[in-house]
């Protein structure tokens, strides 16, 4: 059943449903001025490579909020002149308010919510997903471009997205609207810098020394631990000591490079 949430219910419900989104989250608030902690809370969502979705409404958003949201590398940001509704939600919780996400309102006005569990009033959440559908559709794309530039070449294609092999042995299929650069195909196989939408890449972890690398299952080793391992024997049956999707100590193989966790959640994607 839904629940009522007063003003600091609400705030503290939408901080849960950040903290908690597994793949997306959705914010939809007219008027936008975080607070430290919500926008602590975005840069870890966004730091788990959640895609996040910000619809703003009314007027244009201060320069200074625009810098903080410029931090966010999984932001697609949209403006809708008519917003008044106010809706944030995660794959599973949803609220329904008053509240805007703004400083002030926080803490100053007297605010209503209702909270939403997709398990529990599944009609309740998709009718209003189907709606913030619809206020999408007559919102304008605001999404601030950020590119990275990573040495690769593209080998194949498929449905709209193209495979690369990356210089630093790894291979992902990125979309074709993410590739900046003018590229060729068929392909000549020399490598070239790419300028690549930061939103479109993965990046995960060395299994051996958990540095930060590009997010490949078949190759889940820096290209300095590759090399290294190289020269062991039997490097094939080695146990290794991070996840490769979340970096957390996990005894890992090649060939098994994710936690439990992590393959659960991606198993279906
Ligand atoms: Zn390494
Ligand atoms: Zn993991």
């Not at 009718?127 to 605001?142: G, R």
């Not at 590119?147 to 194949?156: A, C, F, P």
């Not at 690398?213 to 080695?238: A, F, H, T, V, W």
């Amino acid at each position: 059943m839904a629940k009522f949430l007063t003003t600091l219910e609400t705030s503290a419900r939408i901080e849960k449903i950040i903290k908690e989104a597994k793949i997306e989250l959705t914010l939809i608030t007219p008027y936008l001025k975080l607070t430290k902690i919500f926008l602590n809370r975005l840069k870890e969502a966004d730091s788990r490579n959640i895609k996040i979705r910000l619809i703003y409404g009314k007027e244009e958003l201060k320069p200074e909020e625009m810098d903080h949201l410029k931090e966010l590398d999984n932001l697609q940001l949209y403006f809708c002149e008519d917003l008044h509704a106010k809706c944030y939600f995660n794959e599973e919780l949803m609220v329904i308010t008053s509240l805007n996400l703004h400083e002030y309102s926080q803490s100053h006005n007297r605010e209503m919510g209702v909270s939403i569990k997709r398990e529990v009033d599944g009609v309740l959440y998709s009718d209003a997903v189907k709606e913030i559908d619809s206020i999408l559709k007559s919102s304008i794309n605001k999404t601030i471009k950020k590119t990275v530039s990573l040495r690769g070449r593209i080998t194949g294609y498929y449905e709209g997205k193209a495979y690369f092999e990356f210089a630093t042995g790894q291979n992902q299929w990125i979309p074709e609207s993410a590739i900046c650069s003018q590229y060729e195909f068929p392909p000549d196989y020399e490598m070239q810098d790419f300028e690549i939408e930061t939103w479109a890449i993965k990046y995960g972890f060395c299994i051996n020394c958990s540095n930060e690398i590009l997010l490949c299952y078949d190759r889940p080793l820096c290209k300095g631990c590759y090399y290294q391992l190289g020269m062991e024997e039997d490097y094939g049956g080695k146990e290794f000591k991070y996840c490769h999707r979340c970096g957390t100590n996990y005894s890992s193989f090649l060939g098994k490079p994710f936690c439990q966790e992590c393959w659960q959640e991606t198993r279906y994607s």
